[in-house]
C-alpha cells in the first residue's frame, strides 16, 4: 500500500503563511520575468484563472477582483518544501520525494487498520510544524494513489482519501485526463476510443493496449488494476546541473552576458558542493527571443571538458566565459542563456594528470572555496563573489512583487509590533 502526500496549492500557500490577512484572498504566482501563471489558490480558481496564462492577459482581472500577484520566490518555496520533506522523512522511512511539493511513502509494512490514522496524524504534524495544509491518498499503487490524492483534494475535500473502499466505484467517479501520467494527446486519442473513465481504463483488455499505445500507458492501466509497476525510487547520484535564467530584458553586449554566465556558474557549484561532487566536463548555451519573430533568430551551444573534474569557480567560470566568447554573435538580441556542468562524479574521486601538478593546486583550491562558503554561510549569500559578475546586472529577470525571503535572510524576517 502507498500514499502520495501532495502540498496543496504549494506556492501560493507559501506566500500565505507570513501574511495571515490573504487566508481567504485569490493568490496567483507568476513565473521567470513575471510571465505567466504558474501557481493560484482556490479563490483565483474560481475566478476562471487558468494554469500557464500570461500575465497581461489576466492582469485586469486580477485588478478588479483584489488577486495578490507573487513573482516566483523559489528561494522560499524551496526552503518550505525541504521543511515537509524532513517532517515526513523523520515520520517515516520509506519515502521518495516526488517534485518540490509531492512525496511518495510505501506503508506496506504498516498494518492495514493504522495506514488512515497514520496519514492523518501525519497530515496533522505537517500542518502544525510548518503551516502547510496537504492532502494525502492512499492506495495499491502509485497511479491510484494519485488517483485517490485527486478524490481527496478535488471531489471529497478531505484530508487523508484511501481509494481501496470501494475501488471499481471510485474509478468511475476519475475521468482519464486526471489520471497521472496521461497527456493532451492520449487523452483525446482514449477519449475517442469510448474511455472515459480510469475504469474504463483499467479494464481495457492488455495486449490491445500493447498494440495501441506504448509502454508506460499499458503499465497506467495495470496499476489502476492494482499491480505494482511502478516501485518507490531510490536517490540517484545526479549526472549534471543546470543553471539558467531567462533575461530581464533582452542583452545584446558580450560583458552583460558574461556577468550573467559567471552568476549561473557560482549557483551551479554552490548546488555541485553541497552534494559532495565535481564536474567533468561544461556546457554553455545562449539563445535569442523564439517569441519575437519580427528579430533575427540565435541559438548556439557548445561544450569542453576539464583536464580533471573540478569544483573550483575560478576555473570553472573562467573555461564557461571562454566558452560564450566562441559562440557569442555580434548583432543579436538574446533573451536567455545558461551553463550545464555534466558527468558529476563524487569529490574523493580524482584521476590527475601525470604531467600536472593538480595535487596542489587541488589543495589550494579547497581552501579558498571553503573560506568562501564558510564567509558567505555566515554573512550572507553574495557577501564574496568573483568580480565577474558584475554589479549593476542589467540582466536580472524581473521580480517585481517578490515577496521577502522570510525563512533564509535574517535581515528580511517578519517584523512584530507590540503597542
Given at each position: ?9 504549494f506556492?501560493?500557500s ?18 521567470n ?20 496564462t ?11 477582483n ?22 515526513i522523512?523523520d ?33 496533522k ?36 482519501f ?21 497527456g ?12 472515459k473513465?480510469?475504469y474504463?481504463?483499467?479494464n ?9 499505445s ?5 503499465r ?10 511502478n ?7 545526479r ?20 556577468n550573467?554566465?559567471s ?9 555541485m ?6 564536474a ?24 569542453t571538458?576539464f ?28 533573451k ?17 594528470d601525470?604531467?600536472?601538478?593538480a595535487?596542489?593546486t587541488?589543495?589550494d ?21 568573483l ?33
Amino acid at each position: 500500500m502507498l500514499a502520495l502526500i501532495d502540498c496543496n496549492n504549494f506556492y501560493a500557500s507559501c506566500e500565505r503563511l507570513f501574511r495571515p490577512d490573504l487566508k481567504l484572498k485569490p493568490i496567483v504566482v507568476l513565473s521567470n520575468n513575471d510571465g505567466c501563471c504558474i501557481a493560484r489558490s482556490d479563490e483565483a480558481k474560481a475566478l476562471g484563472i487558468a494554469m500557464g496564462t500570461p500575465f497581461f492577459e489576466i492582469k485586469k482581472l486580477c485588478s478588479k477582483n483584489q488577486v495578490m500577484v507573487f513573482s516566483s520566490n523559489y528561494t522560499l518555496y524551496g526552503n518550505i518544501s525541504h521543511r515537509v520533506m524532513t517532517i515526513i522523512k523523520d515520520f517515516w522511512p520509506e519515502v521518495e520525494v516526488y517534485s518540490i511539493d509531492e512525496a511518495f511513502l510505501d506503508l506496506r509494512m504498516l498494518p492495514a487498520d493504522q495506514r488512515d490514522l497514520f496519514c492523518l496524524n501525519l497530515q496533522k504534524l505537517i500542518l502544525q510544524q510548518t503551516g502547510i495544509t496537504t492532502s494525502i491518498g492512499i492506495g495499491p499503487t502509485k497511479t491510484l494513489a494519485k488517483a485517490a490524492n485527486y478524490l481527496s483534494k478535488r471531489v471529497y475535500k478531505v484530508p487523508v482519501f484511501n481509494i481501496t473502499n470501494d475501488l471499481q466505484m471510485l474509478l468511475t467517479k476519475i475521468s482519464i485526463a486526471e489520471i497521472w501520467g496521461i497527456g493532451r494527446g492520449w487523452y483525446q486519442k482514449l477519449s475517442a476510443l469510448g474511455i472515459k473513465t480510469a475504469y474504463d481504463l483499467a479494464n481495457v483488455d492488455e495486449n490491445f493496449l500493447k498494440k495501441f499505445s506504448n509502454v508506460v500507458l499499458t503499465r497506467t492501466a495495470v496499476e489502476l488494476r492494482g499491480n505494482i509497476c511502478n516501485e518507490l525510487e531510490l536517490p540517484k547520484p545526479r549526472q549534471n546541473i543546470m543553471s539558467s535564467k531567462s533575461f530581464g530584458t533582452m542583452q545584446t553586449e558580450l560583458l552583460e552576458i558574461e556577468n550573467a554566465i559567471s552568476c549561473y556558474c557560482k549557483r551551479a557549484v554552490e548546488k555541485m558542493r553541497a552534494q559532495k561532487l565535481m564536474a567533468t566536463n561544461i556546457g554553455v548555451f545562449i539563445q535569442s527571443n523564439r517569441h519575437r519573430k519580427d528579430l533575427p533568430q540565435y541559438n548556439k551551444d557548445i561544450e569542453t571538458k576539464f583536464i580533471m573534474p573540478t569544483d573550483d569557480i575560478i576555473l570553472i567560470t573562467k573555461t564557461a566565459k571562454q566558452c560564450l566568447a566562441k559562440i557569442f554573435k555580434a548583432g543579436y538580441s538574446y533573451k536567455k542563456a545558461g551553463i550545464v556542468l555534466g558527468n558529476l562524479v563524487p569529490n574523493h574521486v580524482s584521476q590527475f594528470d601525470l604531467f600536472s601538478e593538480a595535487t596542489q593546486t587541488k589543495y589550494d583550491s579547497n581552501k579558498l572555496m571553503n573560506a568562501i562558503e564558510s564567509i558567505n554561510s555566515k554573512y550572507g549569500r553574495d557577501t564574496i563573489c568573483l568580480a565577474s559578475e558584475g554589479l549593476q546586472k542589467m540582466w536580472k529577470m524581473r521580480s517585481e512583487m517578490k515577496s521577502p525571503a522570510y525563512t533564509t535572510r535574517w535581515g528580511e524576517l517578519p517584523l512584530v509590533k507590540v503597542e
